[in-house]
C-alpha cells in the first residue's frame, strides 16, 4: 500500500465521517480506483464502518473498485442525448476499442462508461474524455476523437 | 396477520404536545413523533415493511404513506419518517394512499414473487397480480434495509450493508467477502420478514454471511449458547471474563 500517498490525500481533510466522499473522490483520482487496503485505513481513519464506505463505493459511478484505464471515456446516456442517438456513439466506441461498455481495455489505456445527463444537452450527444467533453458527437468523430488519445 | 405491529406503547416525548387531526379525528400527540406513531397509538392502522419500533426509520419501503394537507394541495408523505406538527390534516386511508400502496405493492411483488409476506399482504390490498416486470423469480429480499439497520444499531458492529444501486441492489458484505466485523450473532436474519438471510447450524458450527463460527456449549447443560465470537464481544461490552457467558440463561 502507498501509504504516504494516502496520507497526503487524508491530510486535506479534517478526519470526520462527512469527509468520506471528498476523500474517496480524490483517492478514485489519485489511484484511478478505489483499493481495498486504502479504503480499511480510510475507515479507521474517519471513523466510518467499513460496510457504509463499500455502501457509498459502490452507489456512485464516479467511483470504482477496480482500475480504471488511463483515459476514462464517459458517454452521455441522459435523456437528450439517448434521443440524439448516443447508443450507436457507446457502440462504435465499444467497437473501437474492443471494450464493452463498464470495462477497461486490455492495455488499460481505456474505460468505457456511459453515464447519466452531463449537463450540456445543448450539445448533445456528448461524451468526455477525462476532464474534456465533446459535443455533437457522431460516429464518424470517434476515431479523430480517439486517436487524440492513442 | 403478522405484519402487524400495534402494541404501539412506546410514548416518547420528543417534543411539546401540538394538535393535528387524523381522518378527521382530532388528536393530541407530542411535536416531531413519526406520523406513524403518532397514528397507531390513536388507533389507526397503516401498514408497514421496513419500519422497527427498535430501529431509526428510513423510508425503504414506501408501504406507510399518507396525505397530508387539504384537497386539492396534498401530498404523499412516508409516515414513519414525517415529523407530527401543530394543525396538520392526515389522511391514512384515502383512495390516494390505498392507490399509492397498491402500487408499492404491485411493484413489491414484481420483484419478490414467491415472497409469502408480500403475497399476503397484496392480497389484503387487493393486488393479486403485478403489471410490472420480474428479473428474478426466486428474489425474496424486499430491501427494507432491517438486517442492515439491526446489525449497525442493535448489535453494533455493523457487518452487512446496502451494495450498489437498483436495480443491482442488494445487501452484501463489504466487498462480498467474509466480513471481519461479523460476530456471527444471526440479528439480520432473525429479523429478515422475508427469511432471506442464509443461516446453518451444524455440528456445533453456525454458518453465516459465508463464515464459520463455533458455537460454546452451555458449561451445565450443554446445549449451544450462541457463537464463541459473540460471547467474546459481549464480554468487550461488558468488561466481564468471557467465561461468564459459558452458561445458558436456563441454568443460571
Ligand atoms: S435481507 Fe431481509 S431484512 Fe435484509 S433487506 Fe432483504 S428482506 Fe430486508
Ligand atoms: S442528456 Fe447528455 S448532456 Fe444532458
Ligand atoms: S415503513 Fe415507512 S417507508 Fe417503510
Known amino acids: 500500500m502507498d501509504l504516504p500517498r494516502l496520507e497526503t490525500i487524508l491530510s486535506r481533510y479534517e478526519g470526520e465521517p462527512w469527509d468520506l466522499i471528498p476523500v474517496l473522490q480524490d483517492i478514485q483520482d489519485s489511484y484511478s480506483y478505489l483499493p481495498k ?29 477496480i482500475p480504471k484505464g488511463k483515459h476514462q471515456i464517459k458517454v452521455c446516456t441522459g435523456t437528450t442525448c439517448h434521443l440524439k442517438g448516443s447508443h450507436r456513439v457507446a457502440e462504435s466506441l465499444s467497437h473501437r476499442l474492443g471494450v464493452e461498455v463498464g470495462y477497461t481495455t486490455k492495455d488499460m489505456q481505456f474505460s468505457l462508461d456511459t453515464v447519466g445527463c452531463l449537463g450540456s444537452c445543448a450539445q448533445a450527444p456528448v461524451m468526455m474524455v477525462d476532464d474534456k467533453y465533446y459535443g455533437r458527437t457522431t460516429v464518424d468523430k470517434v476515431p479523430k476523437i480517439l486517436k487524440l488519445y492513442k | 396477520m403478522v405484519w402487524k405491529i400495534s402494541d404501539e406503547t412506546a410514548y416518547d416525548t420528543l417534543g411539546e404536545e401540538v394538535r393535528l387531526t387524523i381522518n378527521g379525528v382530532p388528536i393530541r400527540a407530542p411535536q416531531d413523533q413519526s406520523l406513524l406513531v403518532t397514528a397507531r397509538q390513536n388507533g389507526f392502522e397503516i401498514p408497514t415493511l421496513c419500519y422497527h419500533r427498535d430501529l431509526p426509520s428510513e423510508g425503504h419501503c414506501r408501504l406507510c404513506v399518507v396525505e397530508i394537507g387539504e384537497y386539492p394541495r396534498t401530498q404523499i408523505v412516508n409516515s414513519c419518517t414525517y415529523p407530527t406538527q401543530a394543525g396538520l390534516v392526515v389522511q391514512t386511508h384515502s383512495e390516494t394512499v390505498l ?14 414473487p414467491k415472497a409469502k409476506l408480500i403475497q399476503e399482504m397484496a392480497a389484503a390490498h387487493g393486488v393479486y397480480e403485478s403489471r410490472f416486470k420480474t428479473d428474478d423469480p426466486e428474489e425474496l429480499c424486499i430491501l427494507c434495509g432491517l438486517c442492515v439497520r439491526t446489525c449497525r444499531e442493535v448489535v453494533g458492529v455493523s457487518a452487512i450493508s446496502m451494495k450498489g444501486r437498483t436495480p443491482d441492489k442488494q445487501v452484501a458484505t463489504p466487498f462480498m467477502e467474509k466480513s471481519p466485523a461479523c460476530i456471527g450473532c444471526g440479528s439480520c436474519a432473525f429479523v429478515c420478514p422475508t427469511n432471506v438471510i442464509p443461516y446453518t447450524e451444524k455440528d456445533g458450527v453456525r454458518t453465516i454471511w459465508g463464515r464459520d463460527f463455533e458455537l460454546q456449549a452451555c458449561n451445565v447443560c450443554g446445549n449451544y449458547i450462541a457463537p464463541k465470537y459473540q460471547l467474546e464481544h459481549w464480554a468487550k461490552l461488558t468488561g466481564d471474563p468471557v467465561e461468564t457467558f459459558f452458561v445458558c440463561r436456563d441454568c443460571r
Open chain 1, 37 to 65: 487496503d486504502e479504503l480499511q485505513v480510510v475507515s479507521e481513519r474517519l471513523n466510518v464502518p467499513l460496510t457504509q464506505i463499500y455502501s457509498v463505493a459502490t452507489f456512485f459511478k464516479m467511483f470504482s473498485l
Open chain 2, 99 to 112: 392507490q399509492a400502496r397498491r402500487l408499492v405493492l404491485e411493484l413489491l411483488l414484481a420483484r419478490t
